[in-house]
């Protein structure tokens, strides 16, 4: 069962692929997320979304169905342009987990309790370690390493529950992040979610950022590239090029359908997911 908060909020967003993705710039979404982190009730879950996840979407029904059920950010210049081809334009920031999360917690000048779930333990560790020296007003609390059986997600998260937390961050990598919180998280957990993919790694130093000019270009993808062309020429160079055929067909599929793109800057009324879904298969 869902129990969706009695306070009405506004929520802009866009669609992207059939999914509602947030549109504000960086200081409205700022004072959204901080809000919803007040919340005294209930919980919000965020996920984000870049042209990789997008591709799993369409091959893994439980991960869209999770992340219909989450508050979902824009992540990367793929989903721009999946933005630019439905509805006209870009989307007002780039509000990628990497950059996101960190400046949220400069800017909640409220101290949190804010968990860690995720990564290998010693690069959760030194992850934790860095958000104190980055954020000290708050209290950072390494819950659990990222690689456990789901048989102990139990165990975990009695833990977690104990820390009465106001924030966790999961860190598992998409989309079994995603899963795993919607089948697990409850708010006893904590009242804000979020699903942050490879954060700890970088937070950590085990993984390089790209220049500031280069993330300023958009073109950090490209930067990533270079550090593991392995790993990473498929994503890119395959799924890349897959993720734009499914905008283009499902474009032409609404123009078929003869739907119309919701202009940009037009707001939805919704209720902002701030729920307790109850465990699901």
Known sequence: ?????????????????GLPVCDLGWADAFTFVNALAEVPVGQT????????????????????????????????????????????????ANLNGTDFVPSLLTYMTRPKRIGLIGARPEILLRASRNFEQHAPWHEIIPIHHGYFHEDQSSEILAEAAAM??????????????????????????????????AL????????????????????????RFLQEP?????????????????????????????KTAKAPTQRVRRPLLITNPGKRD
């Open 45 to 92: 879950v965020i996920s984000f979304i870049n042209a990789h996840n997008a591709n799993i979407m369409f091959r893994d029904h439980g991960y869209r169905e999770a992340l219909d059920r989450h508050l979902v950010l824009p992540d990367g210049i793929g989903v721009d342009i999946a933005s630019i081809l439905a509805h006209g334009a870009s989307f007002p």
């Open 200 to 223: 700890f790694d970088f937070v950590a130093g085990e993984v390089p950022r790209a220049p500031a000019f280069v993330r300023k270009m958009r073109v950090e993808w490209f930067y």
């Open 230 to 258: 392995r790993r990473l020429a498929g994503r890119y160079f395959i799924g890349g090029p897959v993720f734009l055929f499914h905008v283009v067909a499902h474009t032409a599929r609404r123009l078929a359908a003869g």
């Open 164 to 197: 009465k937390l106001d924030i966790l961050l999961v860190a598992m990598g998409t989309p079994r992040q995603e899963k795993w919180i919607d089948r697990h998280i409850r708010p006893e957990h904590a009242r804000l979610v979020l699903g942050v993919g």
């Open 1 to 17: 069962m869902n129990i969706v908060s009695n306070m009405a909020v506004f929520s802009s967003h866009r669609e992207i692929l």
